[in-house]
């Protein structure tokens, strides 16, 4: 199964892609997560997105197309895989539909008013990814691997904003764009996790 998750930064797509790809057992691919991993690394490419990224903007579409195409193709993918933070833009998504078909994009609706209290009280874990809120780790560390919880530079307060617009204006039209292609299946985000999850399951059989 190809799918595709969407929904506004902070919406829970990550937990949500995590979900679905332990119970499908196939690939979680976030470009925000990959995007993260080559600055943590100092590549060439990290260089290039690290200031649109600390500035809450979106990647340029080649850059960002040229590194999924790289990453679908990969063997990992063959029986599927779940697209996270891709695509983003039009541009991605006409690129997207070139390389490869699409069989469901998931739409996590969401409250955009509520999600940058959400963002803002974010935390992560640097080591491992694993991601929670400040008032469900009041000790600041992870439960996963103890390493300390950190802010991610992009869900500052001044820069959340800036990405709920972005969402607002690039990503948001992608909803009727996958409406249109017969691809789309809303899922009402502001429920509690496990709720969420059931209604994505519902959402694929
Ligand atoms: P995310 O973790 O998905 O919220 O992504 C964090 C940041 O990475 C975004 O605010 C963008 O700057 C960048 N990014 C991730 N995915 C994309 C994409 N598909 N297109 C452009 N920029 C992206």
């Given at each position: 199964m190809n799918l595709i998750i969407m929904g506004a930064?902070?919406?829970?797509k990550g937990t949500q892609a995590a979900l679905i790809c332990k119970a499908h057992n196939i690939p979680h691919i976030s470009t925000g997560d990959i995007l993260r991993k080559n600055i943590a690394d100092g590549t060439e490419l990290g260089k290039q997105a690290k200031a649109f990224m600390d500035a809450g903007k979106l990647v340029p579409d080649e850059l960002v197309v040229a590194l999924l195409k790289d990453r679908i193709e990969q063997a990992d993918c063959k029986n599927g895989f779940l697209l996270d933070g891709?695509?983003?833009t039009k541009a991605q998504a006409d690129a997207l539909g070139k390389i490869v078909n699409i069989d469901v994009a998931l739409n996590l609706e969401t409250d955009l008013g509520k999600l940058a209290d959400r963002m803002a009280s974010r935390r992560v874990c640097p080591k491992c990814g694993y991601s929670t809120s400040a008032s469900a780790a009041p000790d600041g560390?992870?439960?996963?691997?103890g390493e300390a919880l950190i802010i991610r530079d992009d869900d500052k307060r001044e820069v959340v904003e800036n990405r709920l617009k972005v969402y607002a204006e690039n990503t948001a039209p992608l909803v009727d764009y996958y409406k249109a292609a017969g691809l789309l299946k809303n899922i009402?985000?502001?429920?509690a996790i496990d709720d969420v999850n059931k209604a994505i399951e519902a959402a694929l059989k």
């Open positions: 930064p902070g919406s829970g891709f695509p983003r560390k992870c439960k996963e691997c009402d985000g502001m429920q």
